[in-house]
């Protein structure tokens, strides 16, 4: 089975069948653009991890929000159902576009996970009681730093701010979260390539790596977008391992809760780079105390790619256990803390 076809089932079983049916007919079709099919067999047992099918499927939602291919725009208008007919046509035409998207690493830099890190951080409020200072690798557009000012119902518990544009309210199971206020009082974040959010190429990349058929999660993007140019995040462009090594070796304030933040950027990460954020973890977990704790909350992948986990790891309390199973993009959590 090939990775486009295996993702086209996930996608179905995710409530999502326009991208479902696009990606089935990318791998019937695929041989219409040769050096795309080159590049992606290329990729192997790699394909996966790579996120081969996200990339594909972005690159035919910016093609189609372009209009370069009026059968293709239609199709996402809801005009026609031809999928082949439509894929085959952009694929013969612009092979060369999808082989650049494909080259470049995924920017989702969803928002619908802030609910979930959100939570995670209502459980480190609830036991410590302490403000934050969040550290993200992988930040994108830095979207994410800006959770505390999010409108959350996680689970009939509202939190973050009630006033925002940007309002996040997961399918939720389980006990809800610990009513506990997140005050964050610096945010810091990473990329190798970060996106600006002032840059309408950048605003238009990431859009289109929202699913065409769940218009409500780019209307979300729209109000966080936005939110973004008035509080603008702070980024910086460079290697995670290495920012986040310096970061942790600043030093700390007194009664402030350090936090270091990452959702689905595990899988884009060598194995050197990662063993490199694991031992600067270590390191500043071993200098942590109570009222300078440390914590790390994960969103990622579990180890068979099977499902989300949201990880919390803190420390000097040594507690490291999974707190929910997540929608991959927050539309559900699960809630397993409790």
Do not use: K
């Not at 518990?157 to 610096?186: C, D, F, H, K, N």
């Not at 973890?281 to 989300?308: H, K, M, N, T």
């Amino acid at each position: 089975m090939s990775e486009l076809y295996r993702q086209s089932l996930v996608m179905r079983a995710i409530g999502t069948p326009f991208v479902a049916d696009l990606l089935a007919a990318v791998d019937r079709q695929l041989e219409n653009a040769p050096q795309t099919a080159t590049l992606i067999r290329s990729w192997g047992a790699n394909a996966a991890s790579s996120a081969i099918a996200m990339r594909i499927n972005a690159a035919f939602h910016a093609l189609a929000r372009q209009g370069r291919v009026p059968l293709l725009s239609a199709l996402y208008a809801g005009e026609h159902r031809r999928f082949d007919e439509a894929v085959a046509l952009a694929l013969a035409a612009h092979d060369g576009f999808f082989v650049d998207w494909l080259r470049q690493v995924p920017q989702t830099n969803e928002v619908g996970r802030a609910a979930a890190l959100h939570a995670a951080l209502m459980v480190l409020a609830r036991d410590h009681g302490l403000d934050f200072e969040l550290l993200e690798i992988g930040a994108s557009a830095g979207l994410n730093l800006n959770l505390a000012r999010y409108a959350y119902d996680l689970g009939g518990v509202r939190a973050g701010m009630a006033t925002s544009p940007v309002r996040i309210a997961p399918l939720w199971q389980g006990a809800p979260p610990p009513e506990a206020a997140v005050v964050v009082r610096e945010a810091h974040g990473v990329d190798l390539h970060p996106l600006d959010v002032n840059d309408p190429t950048a605003c238009e990349r990431l859009a289109s790596f929202v699913f065409a058929d769940q218009p409500e999660r780019g209307e979300r993007l729209g109000h966080a977008l936005a939110l973004a140019r008035q509080y603008p995040p702070r980024i910086a462009a460079g290697n995670a391992a290495e920012w986040l090594a310096i970061q942790l070796r600043e030093p700390q304030a007194e009664r402030r809760h350090r936090v270091v933040l990452h959702s689905m950027v595990l899988q884009y990460v060598d194995a050197g780079d990662r063993a490199a954020i694991e031992a600067a973890l270590a390191r500043a977990g071993q200098a942590a105390s109570d009222s300078r704790p440390l914590a790390c909350i994960g969103f990622e992948w579990d180890a068979r790619r099977e499902r989300v986990e949201l990880r919390l790891r803190s420390w000097p309390d040594g507690r490291d256990h999974i707190l929910a199973h997540c929608h991959p993009y927050g539309a559900s959590i699960t809630w397993l803390e409790g």
